[in-house]
């Protein structure tokens, strides 16, 4: 018999999980990478600068504070995808550093500060 989170599981496919609350799906094979995943979020969020951006895993359990794990561009998906099935964690588009002048942000790219603030705000 299969196990209910089995069910749950698609193969070749990470979710990734977006602050304003959208779920973006990516289906890849064995060359791609998280900077592959960068890049096609990168045009469907329409940034035009993601320097301050990465993708990270986030562990949370109810007696912890959740734990963040930065992912490395170079780092192949198929194993980020294991890491998210099975150890309970969550792939999601964060903030990695905070810009240092915010103001020129939001000139360069009014999209990368809204998705900024989101997250700060």
């Given at each position: 018999m299969l196990k209910k989170e089995a069910l749950l599981l698609i193969p070749s496919v990470?979710?990734?999980f977006l602050e304003n609350g959208q779920i973006k799906s990516f289906t890849f094979d064995g060359r791609t990478t998280v900077k592959d995943v960068m890049v096609t979020l990168q045009d469907r969020l329409s940034l035009r600068h993601i320097e301050h951006f990465a993708l990270v895993l986030e562990y949370s359990s109810p007696e912890q504070n959740p734990r963040f794990l930065l992912?490395?561009?170079k780092q192949p998906l198929a194993h980020v995808v294991q890491r998210t099935h099975y150890?309970?964690?969550?792939?999601l588009f964060r903030v990695s550093f905070f810009p240092k002048d915010p103001v020129e942000l939001l000139r360069r790219d009014p999209a990368a500060f809204?998705?900024?603030y989101i997250q700060v705000g």
């Open positions: 990470l979710k990734v992912l490395q561009d150890h309970g964690m969550r792939c809204e998705y900024l």
